[in-house]
Nanobody, 124 residues
Framework: QVQLVESGGGLVQAGGSLRLSCTAS????????MGWFRQALGGERGFVAA????????YYADSVKGRFAISRDNAKNTVYLQMNRLNAEDTAVYFC?????????????????WGQGTAVTVDS
């Protein structure tokens, strides 16, 4: 089964930027929409952004629209999340997932493969 590995998290000052990466162990993920979700301490896993397999369309949560950008490089089996103008509310563990079910992309239950997550802490 394909595995996902997220990286790029860390500690950043408010207003700063980070770029997260999610690399798949094989090309399987290239055929699917992939999404980024985040989970704050004690909270639920919530939608952040998603991108179609062919990169034609990208979707964002309202809270990150205009600040975050999702992209993918299928030649590298990798999806990225560029995060700009970070604030304290962005502090969370960020997960990438492969959407293999037919429901809406904002629903984490539609994804059946997840990475281990990468932690982002924004110091305000």
């Amino acid at each position: 089964q394909v595995q996902l590995v997220e990286s790029g998290g860390g500690l950043v000052q408010a207003g700063g930027s980070l770029r997260l990466s999610c690399t798949a162990s094989d090309r399987t993920a290239n055929n699917y929409l992939m999404g980024w979700f985040r989970q704050a301490l004690g909270g639920e896993r919530g939608f952040v952004a998603a991108i179609t397999a062919d990169s034609v369309a990208a979707y964002y949560a309202d809270s990150v629209k205009g600040r975050f950008a999702i992209s993918r490089d299928n030649a590298k089996n990798t999806v990225y999340l560029q995060m700009n103008r970070l604030n304290a509310e962005d502090t969370a563990v960020y997960f990438c997932g492969i959407k293999t079910f037919s429901g809406v992309y904002v629903d984490a239950r539609q994804y059946n493969t997840w990475g281990q997550g990468t932690a982002v802490t924004v110091d305000s």
